[in-house]
């Protein structure tokens, strides 16, 4: 029984790491691209972009923390920090960043929320963890030049976001696996560990949601469905 139990939390310390070290690999990009545009002088040095230097910053650390506390806690019993926000204006935000990093491939994003002023309740920082994860394998599976669209609504009880682009896609038989941990599709650019979809899966159950993969007839849909009152 002890034995089982110390397997147990080993394996979920190694979980943990592997969780923690994928989520900080894309701030940590960001950061360096800001950095670099610094340097080479391509960005002016403005309290603006230091101001977007330090929250990179600090999103990181949260991630830290929050993988921190959930190893303390040795079960996944972290509270959500929930607040109210535009869903409009957090997707800009993120999305810009990331079509700052080199491998954006002049993707256009279009972001299309209806009401324009639809407000969510999440936890943003696990929220971001989720609009990352899909919009960069969004970026990976997409042509240069080609669209991503970002669709928000809300139907009766749940807030709906859809991740679009129109690239190589999923065939149907692969699914369901790709959400699990360290599972890849045939059709993938590599480089990546076949993680990222399983986060954004586990986050998404946080906020008591779900994330499907939707049929499409060229590229990829992935829709986020989570309840308006989480309360
Ligand atoms: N938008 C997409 N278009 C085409 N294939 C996709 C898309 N998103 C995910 N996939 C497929 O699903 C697999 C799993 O995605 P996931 O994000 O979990 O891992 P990864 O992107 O391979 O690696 P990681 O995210 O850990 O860097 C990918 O390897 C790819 O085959
Ligand atoms: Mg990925």
Redesign the pocket.
């Known amino acids: 029984m002890r034995h089982r139990s110390f397997a147990k939390s080993k394996l979920l310390q190694k979980e943990l790491i592997s969780n923690v070290s994928?989520e900080l690999r894309t701030p940590v990009s960001i950061l360096k691209a800001q950095l670099e545009n610094l340097a080479d002088g391509i960005d002016k040095p403005s309290s603006a972009l230091f101001e977007q230097m330090v929250n990179t910053v600090d999103e990181m650390s949260d991630l830290i923390e929050f993988f921190l506390g959930l190893s303390r806690l040795q079960v996944n019993k972290q509270k959500l920090n929930l607040s109210s926000f535009s869903l409009g204006d957090y997707l800009e935000e993120c999305v810009d960043k990331l079509t700052n990093l080199s491998n954006a491939k002049g993707l256009q994003f279009i972001i299309d929320i209806n009401p324009e002023n639809m407000e969510i309740v999440a936890d943003k920082n696990r929220f971001r963890q989720i609009v990352i994860?899909l919009v960069?394998?969004?970026i990976?599976?997409s042509n240069t030049s080609e669209k991503v669209i970002i669709q928000g609504f809300q139907n009766k009880k749940n807030n709906v976001i859809r991740f679009i682009?129109f690239?190589?896609?999923?065939p149907k038989k692969?699914s369901k696996r790709?959400f699990e941990r360290f599972?890849?599709?045939?059709?993938?650019t590599g480089?990546?560990?076949?993680?990222?979809?399983?986060i954004a899966q586990w986050v998404a159950q946080m906020h008591k949601g779900d994330i499907e993969l939707l049929d499409s007839d060229k590229?990829?849909i992935?829709e986020l469905t989570f309840p308006k009152n989480l309360s």
Do not use: M, R, Y
């Not at 690239?167 to 999923?170: K, M, Q, S, T, W």
């Open positions: 994928h994860n960069t394998n969004a990976e599976h682009d690239g190589v896609g999923i692969d790709l599972e890849q599709g045939n059709i993938t480089g990546g560990t076949g993680l990222g979809l399983a590229g990829s992935f």
